[in-house]
C-alpha cells in the first residue's frame, strides 16, 4: 500500500483500488431517468472474495459508519434502493429482470458528481479531457476516489446513503462487459450460383 493510500481522508472519502468500472459516464453528464439531473455516473464492482476486493469493502462500510453516526447518531433505516452500496444481484436489467453480466457475487458501489472529476491514466500526467483517448470501457480495472454523502430531505426520496463521483483512474486491463458476440454460424452459407428469391416465406426468417 502507497502512502497515496494511507494517507488521512475526509469524512466518507474512500479510495476504490484497482476495482471494475460498468457503466462509464465520466466525460458527458448524463441522466438516471428521464428528465433527471444530468451528472457523471460509474458503478464499480468489488469482489468480495480477492484479498484488495474484502479490504476495499471493509473501508466503505467503515466510511459509511462514520457518515451514519455523524448525521443521525446511530444507524437509520432506508431502503436498499437508498443506498450507493449493493450487493450485485440488485442490478438487474428493466427489460429482461436479468442481473447484469459480471455482476453476480459482486458488492457494487454506485456514484455520480456534478464534476469537475479528476481523470487519470495509471495515476500519471494531467488531467484526461474529451479530447484524449478515452481509456475507460466496461470492464476495465481502475482506481477511484468516492466520498459518501447522507440524504434526508424527503423531496430527494427520503432517508438515505449516496457517493459522490470525485475522480477515477485507469488501472489495467481486464475482460470487457457486453453482450456475447456473433457465433461463426450466425450467418446463412451463401453458393456462389445462389439467386435471391422474392419468396414471401422466407421474409419470417427474418424475424426469428
Avoid: H
Wanted: glycine residues 12%; contains cysteine; negative net charge.
Amino acid at each position: 500500500m502507497t502512502e497515496k493510500d494511507k494517507k488521512e481522508r475526509g469524512l466518507g472519502e474512500v479510495y476504490l483500488k484497482d476495482v471494475r468500472l460498468s457503466f462509464p459516464r465520466l466525460f458527458e453528464k448524463t441522466s438516471s431517468v428521464d428528465g433527471g439531473k444530468k451528472k457523471y455516473r460509474a458503478n464499480f464492482l468489488i469482489d468480495p472474495v480477492e484479498k484488495l476486493g474484502a479490504k476495499v469493502i471493509k473501508a466503505i462500510e467503515k466510511a459509511k459508519k462514520a457518515v451514519e453516526k455523524e448525521k443521525w447518531d446511530k444507524t437509520p433505516k432506508y431502503k436498499d434502493d437508498r443506498c450507493c452500496f449493493q450487493a450485485g444481484e440488485n442490478f438487474t436489467a428493466s427489460e429482461t429482470g436479468e442481473i447484469y453480466g459480471g455482476y453476480e457475487g459482486m458488492m457494487v458501489l454506485k456514484a455520480s458528481g456534478d464534476g469537475p472529476l479528476k481523470l487519470k491514466y495509471k495515476g500519471k500526467g494531467g488531467n484526461l479531457t474529451r479530447d484524449d483517448d478515452d481509456p475507460f470501457y466496461a470492464g476495465c480495472r481502475v482506481d477511484a476516489i468516492v466520498r459518501i454523502y447522507p440524504i434526508t430531505n424527503k423531496k430527494q426520496g427520503g432517508t438515505g446513503l449516496f457517493a459522490g463521483l470525485e475522480g477515477v483512474s485507469f488501472r489495467r486491463d481486464d475482460e470487457a462487459f457486453g453482450a456475447p458476440g456473433l457465433s461463426d454460424d450466425a450467418f446463412e452459407e451463401v453458393d456462389d450460383d445462389d439467386e435471391y428469391a422474392d419468396d414471401e416465406d422466407d421474409d419470417d426468417d427474418l424475424l426469428d
